[in-house]
């Protein structure tokens, strides 16, 4: 690694040096990140960046480090392994590609890119130039969550199913751009049934709704199936479904799996003596994790970046590729109203090879 990075100590109790990060967007995702590197072992803020220079200056002077209106004199004047980018997502290319060229190490905060294209160049540069690039989708560092995919893979499953619902979402949400709205919420769902199921899908059809909920022109509610030929997955959500409990479940041939308030429970089948099908249930008891993990990803990646750690269970560009890949089969498939495959979505890209 670079010069000037700190010693600290893996969960593993091996030499690892602290990541240098510099952050990119100090709004309220970037800021609170921000903070949270400085108060985590394995990563070492060391400088901030936003074009509204008021921002930027407000939370480099409150963690003491250098603050940047422009990304490039950040670049240029500061040493440093790797940028976490929380900037709005149409900006994440442009961001993530010029650190890329300067062989920085990137976090994107989701969704990746507002295209697959756009997603498909960030992965072929990375391998390319040698760096490490991964998406905040921090739900899969959750022990519950974790606990409900391996749990769920054994079932064998027939149906995925996650849903959330997040109320009416803050105003930099509500814009008429098919990667907002309801859409930035569960591309978090998108990506854990794909995580759950280990594959692509082969073919998607979704139903949305504008200016149901709220009149912003915003995407309010998502409905998604995925048809993974043996598997199915379904993801939906809406504003309008506030108060509604999420759903995080796997119905299988061996049996389901869901995520309960104190763990995942578990529900398996097996014939009686009389031939008569008995139902056998358990709770498998998970660490709460109550507040977010984004300290978790920020350690992991520090460590998969030094080679300390396997990628998973982080997101890396191939995975947030593929979600990009089903964002632009669900964008197709509400407007024409038709069942999208994903190989159509490919071949447009010029990509069949993904």
């Not at 970046?305 to 947030?320: H, K, L, N, S, Y």
């Not at 994903?342 to 890209?349: A, F, W």
């Amino acid at each position: 690694m670079s010069k000037g990075m700190g010693k600290t100590i893996s969960e593993e109790g091996l030499d690892m040096e602290a990541l240098r990060f510099g952050v990119i967007g100090c709004g309220g995702r970037g800021a609170s990140v921000a903070h949270l590197m400085t108060q985590i072992s394995g990563v070492r803020l060391v400088a901030v960046c936003d074009i509204d220079e008021t921002k930027a200056k407000q939370v480099g002077e409150q963690l003491q480090v250098p603050f940047f209106r422009n990304f490039e004199e950040m670049l240029a004047q500061v040493e440093m392994d790797a940028v976490y980018v929380a900037t709005s997502v149409e900006h994440h290319f442009n961001i993530a590609r010029r650190a890329i060229l300067e062989g920085k190490h990137v976090l994107l905060e989701k969704m990746m890119t507002t295209s697959a294209a756009e997603a498909w160049e960030l992965v072929r540069l990375a391998e390319v130039r040698g760096v490490c690039g991964a998406i905040s989708y921090q739900l899969r560092f959750y022990p519950i969550f974790q606990k409900w995919r391996e749990l769920g893979q054994e079932m064998q499953p027939i149906l995925i199913i996650s849903s959330r619902n997040p109320g009416i979402m803050p105003t930099p949400y509500l814009r008429p751009e098919p990667w907002a709205g309801i859409t930035d919420f569960l591309t978090h769902d998108l990506d854990l049934v794909l995580w759950v199921a280990g594959k692509e899908p082969e073919s998607v059809f979704a139903t949305a709704t504008k200016n149901a909920v709220t009149s912003t022109d915003a995407l309010d509610t998502l409905c998604v199936t995925l048809n993974f030929g043996d598997v199915t997955g379904l993801v939906y959500g809406s504003m309008g479904g506030w108060g509604i409990p999420s759903v995080h479940a796997v119905i299988g041939q061996k049996g389901n799996a869901r995520i309960v308030s104190n763990g995942v429970e578990i529900n398996r089948w097996s014939p009686s003596p009389s031939g008569v099908y008995e139902r056998v249930n358990d709770v498998i008891s998970t660490e709460i994790v109550r507040a977010d993990t984004t300290d978790r990803l920020l350690q992991h990646f520090s460590a998969w970046v030094q080679g300390e750690r396997d990628a998973p269970p982080i997101a890396t560009f191939e995975d947030g590729l593929k979600v990009m890949l089903v964002h632009e089969a669900i964008w197709e498939s509400w407007r024409s109203g038709q069942t999208v495959s994903l190989e159509t979505v490919k071949q447009k890209l010029g990509a069949a090879s993904i």
